[in-house]
């Protein structure tokens, strides 16, 4: 079946631009996440849903960052006013949900550059 | 403030000895820890889990140890194969589902 799919898969903006980045989850999945990789550095969580429930925010670097999921499906994470230091490779995930596993599974990931 | 870590950035083996890649964390809290694989332009891969609750789990040619007073967890790879060169990370998650990750460590197999 079809794996978590993101877009675009590069994404090159000038400073001070905003950028929107997709994110289609496995279907039947009910948690979703958003991490970005700095280059060298490891995964850093920034973001996720779980069904209807709040999403958790709690890393989130700064209120440029925000993100809403449409349906409890589709996510798009947006970044205004985007900075250097944006740049990075920003990762989703999703999963069956809450419980003791809790493998998420990774799209490919968008590189974004900011110039 | 690191609550995981992965100390060896890299490491080399040849084809058919044991991989060994050590993580430490910090955050007591923790209750599940997960090693995910990554190869280039590609997402990470779930690889393998342990309970905190768990010493030890083995699936094939993989096995974590969990070190609870140490705070300590090893994946083992053996016998370790080209196939298997790639960056892997560890990963340990607290109450809900947010995983905190370390820095990964890039293991080269070497035939």
């Known amino acids: 079946g079809a794996g978590v799919s993101q877009s675009p898969s590069n994404k090159v903006t000038e400073k001070g631009k905003d950028v929107e980045l997709r994110c289609d989850p496995i279907?039947?999945?009910?948690?979703l996440y958003w991490y970005r990789q700095s280059l060298g550095q490891g995964l850093e969580f920034l973001i996720y849903?779980?069904?209807?429930?709040?999403?958790?925010k709690s890393g989130l670097p700064s209120d440029r960052f925000s993100a809403e999921r449409t349906g409890g499906s589709v996510s798009t994470l947006t970044i205004q006013r985007t900075q250097q230091e944006d740049s990075a490779v920003y990762l989703c995930?999703?999963?069956?949900?809450?419980?003791?596993?809790?493998?998420?599974?990774f799209g490919p990931g968008t590189r974004l550059t900011v110039t | 403030d690191q609550q995981v870590k992965q100390n060896s950035p890299s490491l080399s083996v040849q084809e058919g000895r044991i991989s060994i890649l050590n993580c430490d964390y910090t955050?007591?809290?923790?209750?599940?820890f997960l090693w995910y694989k990554k190869y280039p332009a590609e997402g990470p891969t779930f690889l393998i889990s342990?309970?905190?609750?768990?010493d030890k789990n083995e699936d094939g040619r993989f096995t974590v140890f969990l070190n609870k007073s140490a705070k300590h967890l090893s994946l083992h790879i053996v016998p370790s194969q080209p196939g298997d060169s790639a960056v892997y990370f560890c990963?340990?998650?607290?109450?809900?589902?947010?995983?905190?990750f370390g820095g990964g460590t890039r293991v080269l197999v070497k035939p």
């Open positions: 995930a999703s999963s069956l949900g809450l419980g003791l596993a809790g493998e998420q599974y």
């Open positions: 279907s039947g999945h009910t948690a």
């Open positions: 849903f779980q069904g209807n429930s709040a999403p958790d």
């Open positions: 955050n007591s809290m923790f209750d599940y």
């Open positions: 342990i309970s905190s609750i768990k």
């Open positions: 990963a340990a998650k607290a109450a809900g589902n947010k995983l905190t």
